[in-house]
């Protein structure tokens, strides 16, 4: 058995055989002390050091079917409340590390997400103009997730195939680049959106030729085709898109389409039901790529792959082509990500304007578990981290725009060090696979 480090608690149990030699149970102990690191900051800052004024949380839009009255919240109160939640937590995940139980996928995003909800109560509530609009919170949130959702769920095609996908930030940044030419010499918005496609795939089909066929390290060869990316792109840039921005680097502006009567509805309207093409179309490769791996034989076939491939090899399943569909799919989904950026986001690229959004998604899917829903609610998270500096920025906070700004960040450092729970990857992720 491999040796664990200090930081971990260990349990001896009896075989079931009739063999008398012990198994040792380990588990981390660093998942434990981050909730109980964020139940204590809780208790000090959302509890004794709330403000005692009112958070106003605005839900309704003059949209609406009907209107609803805005949230106020006594700051002080609610931060009581939720400290007392988050300590709950945190001696239920201790109670759990004591009895070696395993703790639930959704605890982490549950913990982070009253968390925040604490947080934005105490700094709104300390703010200038303690009232902010709950919808264009979120609605914002939502959109500066979707190119993290995107990235996540190439990020899942490839990984449960067994292979390692460092690249999504260089597919994003590909993507928008070939949207943006696209775009701009077509006028539509649908060949935007295909040249963003081919643009992904273009950089998931040199990842799959180097680490599926040529077995060369997937992490450098991700690393790799980053920067290589990043360098083009900016070159292209420099001496082409900038001479020719009105022929090259303006293409059409992707607007939101609102469905008639569902958009009406107070506050799941607007985030649901108002959205762009590709707002919708995230929605969709979200549930059809959580019921193809896990309701359909593709899925089974694919999770084979990425768990045993040389079991999957021995039933007639050819691993390797396997692995370099799922990498040039996701580089397709990926590459339809960044195309947000320069279709929705603003109207033309610029270099290396997906600023690290595809190291990002890699941290959701992390913090997802390799699972296409998880991975969701986590690009939800950190999109809703992202958007606050900007909501707050408005409601005259004092917590300092430079610390805002890294609070996405920080989230993902704390999802990718494991304080969140132990995450296991597909077992084969990683491994190049060579038939005997």
Known sequence: MNNESSSSSTATVDRP???AEPVVVRKSIKPVL??????LVAIIFFAFLAPSETATFRVAT???AFQLAALIIPARAAGWVIAVVLTALAVWAVLNLRALRENPAWLPLLFSAVFLAGFLIWVVGAANNPSISLITLLSGSLALALPMVFGSMSGVLCERSGVVNIAIEGQLLLGAFAAAIGGSLSGSVVVAMISAAIGGVVVSSLLALFSVKYLVNQIIVGVVLNVLVSGLTGFFFGTVLSNNSELLNS????EAIAIPLLSKIPVLGPLLFNQTVLGYIMFV???VLWVGLYKTRWGLRIRAVGEHPKAADTVGINVN????????LGGAVAGLGGSFYTLVSVSQFSRDMTAGTGFIA??????GRWNPIGAFFASLLFGFATNLQYVLAQAGTAVPSQFMAMLPYIITIFAVAGLVGKSRAPAASGTPYVKD
């Open 34 to 39: 981050g909730y109980l690191g964020g139940a």
């Open 17 to 19: 055989e009739a063999s």
């Open 321 to 328: 082509r396997t692995r370099v569909i799922n990498v040039l």
């Open 285 to 287: 490769v979200v549930a």
């Open 362 to 367: 890699l941290a959701a899917l992390i913090f």
């Open 62 to 64: 003059g949209a609406d």
């Open 251 to 254: 293409p059409p502006r992707m």
